[in-house]
Nanobody, 121 residues
């Protein structure tokens, strides 16, 4: 099976920075798009940023210019560098990936367990 394991969340003051990491492991043949979503209690999960295997990126308007998504294809890992953090960035951040397993022809979408990011003074 596949696991997505996030790390790097925590408490940071407004204006500070954090870097999230998400490593995919298992019988992986290929990974297409990888992304980060976030969710606040009582609200829908929303896309923060995504990156294709070729490096094309997409960002939510609210994080453009502050967050940077990147990936290491050799290590099946995606990163989210978050700068100039604001209290409204406080949420649980989830990693997401479209993965094809070895000996499978179809793709499946996977989620990590989530990591809490709290921006507060």
């Amino acid at each position: 099976q596949v696991q997505l394991v996030e790390s790097g969340g925590g408490l940071v003051q407004p204006g500070g920075s954090l870097k999230l990491s998400c490593a995919a492991s298992g019988s992986i043949a290929s990974i297409a798009t990888m992304g980060w979503y976030r969710q606040i209690p009582g609200k829908q999960r929303e896309l923060v940023a995504a990156i294709t295997s070729g490096g094309s990126t997409t960002y939510a308007d609210s994080v453009k210019g502050r967050f940077t998504i990147s990936r290491d294809n050799a290590k099946n890992t995606v990163f989210l560098q978050m700068n100039s953090l604001k209290p409204e960035d406080t949420a649980v951040y989830y990693c997401n990936a479209d993965i094809r397993l070895i000996s499978m022809l179809t793709w499946k979408n996977y989620w990590g367990q989530g990591t809490q990011v709290t921006v507060s003074s």
